[in-house]
């Protein structure tokens, strides 16, 4: 069939033949194409015209896969969206946040007029959204993971077995399954392997400051780890890795093998095609519009600032602000709570683990403000100096800014004894958790931190995107900073009236795609499951450290007690930049250099180490390749420089 160019008009068709038989000629032009329409559309094998349709069902686009199981055909628009309330609305109350303002500041009242989503059917899947459009009704498709009663996304497309089901059926089946599922050693195994390494000479007794001490190679330590439900499905990376394309991606002719995740990580399909969806169907400034798209931006951008405080345990989205990353969000803290609240004799407190974003700030406002800037010591091993740090804290102490995980050693930091402590003397505290969202539950409530940021892209988000938290009552005593669209309620040339946190914080046009695509990468994660991520990186942390203990004339940095999956080394004969560029050449991806966090590497007597960082989407064949090639580097390697 040959498909004109154009609609002959009536006319048209009366010059060449007159109508098809069984239309009525001399039809004006429009209804002759809604009547064209309609009959081409209830000749679709879709099924019968809808009644409420003039022209029958609409074509239904292709289907596109969503990662983890979800299906879903290309997404229309969210109908009965509300529209954003009128501009005429003037908010009298500047304080109050944007709970009592939802027309200057964030329109609640968009979230409210969504109808709630019904629990799903019976026989559907548990903890499945009731919509295949998972990320439509932004604040509330997925439940809360602190809700006890929802069910725990642990794989792709699976739930949480019920009782009396196989997951129950044989308790040794679940002997370190989160390992077994995909080829890791299992428990019995594991200390086989860690035996070895010391010929059966190791003490359970805590590693001295003057060796190495890792917590796994300790049989008391690892007896603390806690052990994986007996209800929880193994978790499949092969299954995962499909859901990012860029793992497909070949570099010198191998494929590529990415160890640089502490540095950013990649994005799964759900997150590419959630910011896709967003360009396509919502883009638009938000909050203060009477049209559609404005209302569906809104929702979307609301929606994942919710998204983020259920998953860090915040009290309220209240407490969440959008900012570019963690950089941005601790200058931000600095140069507004900062400016406020230190002054000149004051101390600010941070540890020698920290990235650089975490110290210049506050070595600006020192010399700002005259105030000192005090420094935790590490031990040997890479972690902080308790004792030390107690030391330090006296009633000038007014901030103490930490980070959870060394981006550097791969430390874990007692942050929730720090935070009590600094608390106790009277001062504030701010965790710097870029390196932990990603690889442990986080629970700022639980830890009491005063302010806690992260960056997007460290959790498979987009880059330019992260946020910080602050506790209501310390926001609210917060002054703007900086000045512009969307943070004021009122302004005159002769005063302007700031919004509530966290309106107030939040000046311009926000990063508004890359915030609904962290709320993506949230959603993600948590339908895998933070606990089921921990665990494998933890198994697959050991067993990259006993393969890399076992390259001659290899020096791994940082064996703190508690470690995250960071492996810091140097390699005797090769700078770092020339085990780098070796790696580069087998399609390995790893970061060298001083991984902006120079004075911890100087505390041991380095400017530079490689540093291969994982995350859960690698696996152990990864590891037997990068230590392949260091094994073959060391082989040949040359005199000690």
Same mark, same amino acid.
Do not use: C
């Given at each position: 069939m040959t498909i004109p160019h154009s609609i002959p008009t009536s006319e048209g068709l009366a010059a060449i033949g007159g109508p098809p038989p069984g239309l009525p000629g001399g039809l004006p032009e429009e209804a002759l194409l809604s009547r064209l329409a309609g009959e081409f559309f209830a000749l679709l094998p879709s099924g019968a015209p809808d009644a409420q349709l003039p022209f029958g069902p609409p074509p239904q686009p292709p289907q596109t896969e969503i990662a983890l199981g979800n299906r879903a055909p290309a997404l229309a628009p969210l109908p009965g969206t509300p529209h954003a309330a009128p501009d005429e609305a003037v908010d009298a109350a500047p304080l109050a946040g944007r709970a009592a303002n939802p027309v200057l500041g964030v329109p609640e009242a968009h979230a409210a007029a969504l109808p709630p989503l019904a629990p799903p059917p019976a026989a559907t899947v548990p903890g499945a959204p009731s919509t295949p459009y998972y990320f439509l009704g932004e604040a509330s498709a997925w439940p809360s993971q602190a809700d006890p009663g929802a069910p725990e996304h642990i794989g792709p497309g699976r739930a949480s077995p019920a009782p009396g089901t196989l997951a129950h059926a044989n308790p040794a089946q679940e002997d370190r399954i989160t390992a077994r599922s995909f080829?890791?050693?299992?428990?019995?195994?594991?200390?086989?392997?860690?035996?070895?390494?010391?010929?059966?000479?190791?003490?359970?007794?805590?590693?001295?400051?003057?060796?190495?001490?890792?917590?796994?190679?300790?049989?008391?330590?690892?007896?603390?780890?806690?052990?994986?439900?007996?209800?929880?499905?193994?978790?499949?990376?092969?299954?995962?890795?499909?859901?990012?394309?860029?793992?497909?991606?070949?570099?010198?002719?191998?494929?590529?093998?990415? +160890?640089?995740?502490?540095?950013?990580?990649?994005?799964?399909?759900?997150?590419?095609?959630?910011?896709?969806?967003?360009?396509?169907?919502?883009?638009?400034?938000?909050?203060?519009?009477?049209?559609?798209?404005?209302?569906?931006?809104?929702?979307?951008?609301?929606?994942?600032?919710?998204?983020?405080?259920?998953?860090?345990?915040?009290?309220?989205?209240?407490?969440? #602000? +959008?900012?570019?990353?963690?950089?941005?969000?601790?200058?931000?803290?600095?140069?507004?709570?900062?400016?406020?609240?230190?002054?000149?004799?004051?101390?600010?407190? #941070?540890?020698?683990?920290?990235?650089?974003?975490?110290?210049?700030?506050?070595?600006?406002?020192?010399?700002?403000?005259?105030?000192?800037?005090?420094?935790?010591?590490?031990?040997?091993?890479?972690?902080?100096?308790?004792?030390?740090?107690?030391?330090?804290?006296?009633?000038?102490?007014?901030?103490?800014?930490?980070?959870?995980?060394?981006?550097?050693?791969?430390?874990?930091?007692?942050?929730?004894?720090?935070?009590?402590?600094?608390?106790?003397?009277?001062?504030?505290?701010?965790?710097?958790?870029?390196?932990?969202?990603?690889?442990?539950?986080?629970?700022?409530?639980?830890?009491?931190?005063?302010? +806690?940021?992260?960056?997007?892209?460290? #959790? +498979?988000?987009?880059?330019?995107?992260?946020?910080v938290y602050g506790k209501r009552e310390v926001l609210e005593d917060m002054p703007p900073w900086q000045g512009g669209g969307n943070m004021i309620a009122d302004v005159t040339f002769e005063k302007t009236i700031y919004h509530g946190p966290p309106t107030r914080f939040e000046a311009g046009t926000g990063n508004i795609a890359d915030a609904v695509g962290l709320g993506a990468a949230i959603d993600y994660v948590e339908r895998i499951g933070i606990d089921n991520i921990a665990r494998y990186e933890h198994d697959l942390l050991v067993y990259a450290t006993h393969g890399l203990l076992g390259v001659p004339g290899l020096r791994l940095i940082g064996t703190a007690a508690d470690k995250a999956s960071v492996l810091s080394f140097v390699l005797n004969g090769y700078t770092t930049e020339e085990v780098g560029r070796a790696l580069n050449e087998e399609g390995i991806a790893v970061r060298s250099g001083h991984h902006c966090a120079q004075p911890i590497l100087r505390r041991f007597g380095l400017e530079a180490t490689v540093r291969p960082s994982l995350a859960f989407y690698n696996t152990c064949e990864e590891v037997d390749t990068l230590v392949a090639v260091l094994k073959r580097l060391a082989s040949g390697r040359r005199s000690v420089r």
């Open positions: 080829g890791l050693p299992g428990e019995a195994e594991l200390a086989r392997l860690l035996g070895d390494l010391d010929r059966g000479q190791r003490s359970p007794s805590p590693a001295s400051n003057s060796g190495p001490g890792f917590y796994f190679l300790d049989p008391a330590v690892e007896q603390q780890v806690p052990a994986v439900p007996a209800a929880r499905a193994p978790f499949d990376v092969h299954a995962v890795r499909k859901d990012f394309p860029i793992l497909q991606e070949r570099v010198n002719g191998k494929q590529l093998i990415w +160890f640089d995740n502490a540095a950013t990580t990649h994005k799964p399909r759900a997150v590419i095609d959630r910011l896709a969806y967003f360009y396509e169907h919502e883009n638009s400034n938000i909050h203060r519009a009477a049209h559609e798209l404005a209302a569906r931006a809104t929702d979307a951008y609301e929606g994942a600032r919710s998204k983020v405080a259920r998953f860090i345990g915040a009290a309220s989205p209240e407490e969440i #602000v +959008f900012v570019r990353g963690t950089t941005e969000g601790i200058n931000l803290i600095a140069k507004t709570w900062g400016v406020q609240n230190v002054g000149e004799g004051d101390e600010i407190i #941070v540890s020698h683990l920290e990235h650089h974003a975490n110290i210049v700030p506050w070595q600006q406002l020192a010399a700002t403000k005259g105030a000192k800037l005090r420094v935790i010591p590490v031990d040997d091993s890479g972690q902080v100096k308790l004792d030390e740090y107690a030391r330090l804290l006296n009633p000038r102490t007014r901030i103490v800014s930490v980070t959870q995980v060394s981006n550097a050693l791969g430390t874990v930091v007692p942050v929730k004894q720090i935070v009590a402590m600094a608390h106790a003397a009277g001062a504030r505290a701010l965790v710097d958790g870029a390196q932990s969202v990603s690889h442990v539950r986080v629970d700022v409530r639980d830890i009491d931190a005063d302010f +806690f940021v992260f960056s997007g892209h460290k #959790v +498979f988000a987009p880059t330019g995107i992260g946020a």
